[in-house]
C-alpha cells in the first residue's frame, strides 16, 4: 500500500472517529466543511485513499464511506435507540417520560439516518387487512403532515390510533384495513408520524 500522504490520514481518521460517534459516515460535504476545503478536494482525497487501499464506499449514496482496517472495510451499521410508546397519558407531550415503555435499537432498513422515529406496539385487529397484526411493532417516522392513503399515527382526543389518511371536503376520514371496523371521521385530527416498517417476532 502506497504511503498516504498528513492531509489525507487526516481525513481518515475524520471519517473514522465521525463514523464511531453518529453510527454512520460523514457526507462528503460535512468533510469538506470540516477541513475548510472544497467537496472537490475532498472528492480527491476520497479517490487517493480508496486507490490506496485505505478506504470503500460501497454503494453510490450519501453515507456509504467505510474505513479499511487489515485489508478489510469494516462496516458500519446505523443503529437508532427508537422510544417505544406505551398508553399515551392524557395531556401530556407524545414523547413525554409518561408514555415511554422504554428503547428499541434499531438498524437500516427500519430506519435511516437524519430522520427521528418512535415505536408503537400494535393493538387490536383494525389493520389486519393490511398485514399488520396484533403484537407487531410498528416504527414511525415522525411527521405532522400526510397524503391520502399513507397509514398514519394520529391523536383524537388523547387517544393514538393507526390508520390509513384520507382527506375529506370538510373532514379526515382515518380508514381501518379490516372490512368489520368502521371508519373515524373527525375535524380535529393531529397527525403524528407516519408508518415506515412493521417488525414481527415469532
Given amino acids: 500500500m502506497r504511503q498516504v500522504t498528513v492531509r489525507q490520514q487526516e481525513v481518515l481518521d475524520f471519517i473514522s472517529s465521525f463514523s464511531q460517534d453518529n453510527n454512520y459516515p460523514p457526507t462528503v460535504r460535512e468533510i469538506a466543511e470540516h477541513f475548510h476545503i472544497s467537496i472537490r478536494a475532498v472528492q480527491d482525497h476520497i479517490a487517493a485513499l480508496q486507490k490506496k487501499g485505505c478506504l470503500a464506499q460501497t454503494q453510490k449514496r450519501a453515507r456509504s464511506l467505510s474505513v479499511v482496517t487489515g485489508g478489510n472495510p469494516v462496516p458500519k451499521v446505523f443503529v437508532n435507540r427508537v422510544p417505544l410508546l406505551g398508553t399515551v397519558a392524557a395531556g401530556k407531550p407524545l414523547l413525554s417520560e409518561e408514555n415511554l415503555d422504554g428503547y428499541v435499537n434499531l438498524t437500516e432498513p427500519f430506519v435511516r439516518p437524519g430522520k427521528s422515529y418512535f415505536a408503537l406496539r400494535v393493538r387490536g385487529q383494525s389493520m389486519v387487512e393490511a398485514g399488520i397484526l396484533e403484537g407487531d411493532l410498528a416504527v414511525v417516522e415522525q411527521a405532522s403532515t400526510a397524503v391520502d392513503g399513507q397509514i398514519v399515527v394520529a391523536v383524537i382526543d ?45
Avoid at 179 to 185: D, G, K, L, R, T
Fill in 158 to 202: 388523547n387517544a393514538i390510533t393507526l390508520k390509513r389518511f384520507y382527506r375529506e371536503s370538510d373532514r379526515i376520514r382515518l380508514q381501518p384495513e379490516n372490512s368489520s371496523f368502521e371508519p373515524i371521521y373527525s375535524r380535529e385530527v393531529t397527525i403524528v408520524g407516519i408508518l415506515t416498517n412493521i417488525v414481527r417476532t415469532y
